[in-house]
């Protein structure tokens, strides 16, 4: 029986180096992670002001350590992606070595995204939005130009927050520039659908409207835009401006077209005036348009009264800055 005994004792103390080894293996690779973490860390701190000072070949290589260091440093990816995006130059493009800075940047991102996706920090959560819209950048026009592969980024910003314009206005751009316009039209209705109270939504639409030549369309959009904000001159100032624009740079309007969208550019302007009467740009644009219509005019008396009224606007105009510039300085 103490044979017996004797025999078990070596494979108990067996045990125990076994745990002794295993605990200094454990302490070891904490240390080292530590290690690793305090690193990458300082890595970070220099990284950053290379960053701030716009020195981004040092930052890269500094951001570089720290994520190799310490990869759970889920922030420094987008810094490392953006560094070598900014290390990217548009005329260069087709050179291997340039280009190879927007495949870095676009790996990163990418890494940011995906190690951001559930943040719940604030300032990570921003991050990992900046690193999806910053990739949707670099496959634009010109820099890999590739926007089938921006396309799934963009739905999955949208996916991410359905409530945000701005990634509607991503996708439309993507389907507008690739010649898909019942899409991109569909996109910009979407925006304007997530956020119906925030003005770009209108402006942005309007814009949209205006490039394909449907102006009764870009006018509709405003006039949506001034329906949601009734005290905002800039509203009412817009509609004249884009009024403006069409009757004296469309050659296919007719002299009465012509006429009466001056006559309802003016409405605007008028109200873009009472509502803030010291409203420099409204009171230019109002002369603009008094200049239009005297071109639109048969009797030299009308005409007169036109244009001496737009001259007095003029004036006013002129006034009102040297009185501003005057308060900006004092």
């Known amino acids: 029986m103490q044979n017996h005994g004797r025999r078990g004792d070596p494979m108990r103390t067996l045990s125990g180096a076994s745990l002794v080894v295993a605990m200094v293996a454990l302490v070891s690779v904490g240390g080292c992670a530590q290690i690793g973490r305090l690193k990458a860390m300082?890595?970070?701190?220099?990284?950053?002001?290379?960053?701030?000072?716009?020195?981004?070949?040092?930052?890269?290589?500094?951001?570089?350590?720290?994520?190799?260091?310490?990869?759970?440093?889920?922030?420094?990816?987008?810094?490392?992606?953006?560094?070598?995006?900014?290390?990217?130059?548009?005329?260069?493009?087709?050179?291997?070595?340039?280009?190879?800075?927007?495949?870095?940047?676009?790996?990163?991102?990418?890494?940011?995204?995906?190690?951001?996706?559930?943040?719940?920090?604030?300032?990570?959560?921003?991050?990992?939005?900046?690193?999806?819209?910053?990739?949707?950048?670099?496959?634009?026009?010109?820099?890999?130009?590739?926007?089938?592969?921006?396309?799934?980024?963009?739905?999955?910003?949208?996916?991410?927050?359905?409530?945000?314009?701005?990634?509607?206005?991503?996708?439309?751009?993507?389907?507008?520039?690739?010649?898909?316009?019942?899409?991109?039209?569909?996109?910009?209705?979407?925006?304007?659908?997530?956020?119906?109270?925030?003005?770009s939504v209108y402006t942005t639409l309007a814009g949209y409207y205006n490039r394909q030549g449907q102006f009764d369309k870009t006018i509709m959009a405003l006039e949506e835009r001034a329906q949601k904000e009734p005290t905002n001159p800039e509203a009412f100032h817009t509609i004249a401006s884009y009024y403006w624009d069409e009757a004296r740079n469309d050659p296919k309007l007719r002299d009465t077209e012509k006429r009466d969208f001056v006559l309802k550019g003016l409405e605007a302007s008028n109200k873009a005036i009472q509502l803030k009467p010291d409203y420099v740009d409204a009171i230019v644009f109002k002369g603009l348009l008094l200049r239009q219509q005297a071109l639109l005019e048969k009797d030299p008396a009308k005409q007169k009264s036109l244009l001496d009224e737009a001259k007095g606007l003029s004036d006013k105009a002129n006034d009102l800055r040297k009185k501003q510039t005057a308060g900006a300085t004092q």
Do not use: C, H, W
């Not at 716009?54 to 951001?63: S, T």
């Open 42 to 199: 300082k890595a970070f701190k220099e990284a950053n002001v290379a960053y701030a000072k716009q020195d981004y070949k040092e930052a890269a290589a500094l951001y570089e350590t720290a994520t190799q260091a310490y990869p759970e440093l889920n922030s420094a990816y987008f810094y490392l992606g953006n560094s070598y995006d900014n290390l990217f130059r548009s005329v260069d493009k087709g050179k291997p070595e340039n280009d190879a800075m927007m495949e870095k940047a676009v790996k990163n991102y990418e890494l940011s995204a995906q190690k951001l996706a559930g943040a719940t920090d604030p300032v990570e959560k921003t991050l990992g939005r900046r690193s999806l819209e910053y990739l949707v950048a670099a496959y634009g026009a010109d820099k890999l130009n590739d926007p089938a592969k921006a396309e799934p980024v963009v739905q999955k910003m949208i996916q991410n927050d359905p409530s945000d314009p701005q990634n509607y206005f991503a996708l439309a751009k993507i389907y507008e520039d690739a010649g898909a316009y019942p899409e991109a039209e569909q996109m910009y209705l979407k925006a304007k659908e997530a956020k119906p109270n925030d003005p």
